[in-house]
């Protein structure tokens, strides 16, 4: 064999196994989902999506409660924050299957039909030390492990993080919290997001020591502004 055929074929071997282990035998050449994600979003997601802790490896948030097709193909194809876009390294075809993959086979926690009051008292339970009852976080950022608002989060997110536990938070599996009442602090945690406000200032939810701080502020200047006036008009 010429000794360039030889150094062709040697260059096109890996190119070969890259397009065998994204493909499904005796499917005619079609992309296996589950070959794409083992190869390109485990490393980061967990084999099973089951989320790989930041603290040990690179961060990458669970994907077991994530039913959106449309979400999932689109993060695939343009990336965002930490996740790089795979639009320029898949085919339109391969995303499409490591999409279908991800919502029919790993996505296993279900955040539909919680009840809201259910999900009220076990946010209170297990979440509001950390994250407080408004879900605007903040409550340990005097030990440097500051836990983060839940505002704008997905239910797929607040879901995922409760089973797999980034960062420091710990994990509550089925064993502690069943699906159900997971279901439950999904929809309390949606509705915190945007509350209601009936009167007032909300104050971004702070809650009533922060509230109490701004009347007694305004209390004080009320005191010192008629106190001015007094005086200027003794003057």
Known sequence: MPTRLRLLLLLMLPLASQLAWCQTPGTGGSPDGSAVYAQHCA????????????????AGPSLQAVHDRQHVLEMVRNGKDVMPTFGNVLSAQQIE????????????????????TQGGVLFRE??????????????????????????????????????????PMPAFPPSIINDQQLASIVAYVDFMQKPPSPGGI???FYGPVAEGFMAWMAII???????????????
């Open 43 to 58: 490393t980061c997601h967990g084999p099973e999506g089951e989320g790989v802790n930041a603290i040990i490896s690179i």
């Open 202 to 204: 909300p104050m971004n």
């Open 126 to 167: 297990n979440c509001a030390a950390c994250h407080r009852t408004a879900v605007r976080g903040g409550v340990l950022a005097f030990t440097g492990m500051n836990a983060p608002a839940l505002t704008g989060k997905s239910p797929s997110t607040i879901a995922g993080a409760v089973r797999s536990g980034p960062g």
């Open 97 to 116: 299957a490591v999409a279908d993959y991800v919502t029919q086979h790993i996505a296993v926690i279900s955040v539909s039909g919680g009840d809201l």
């Open 221 to 235: 200047l009320l005191l010192i502004t008629t106190g001015w006036i007094e005086k200027r008009g003794k003057g």
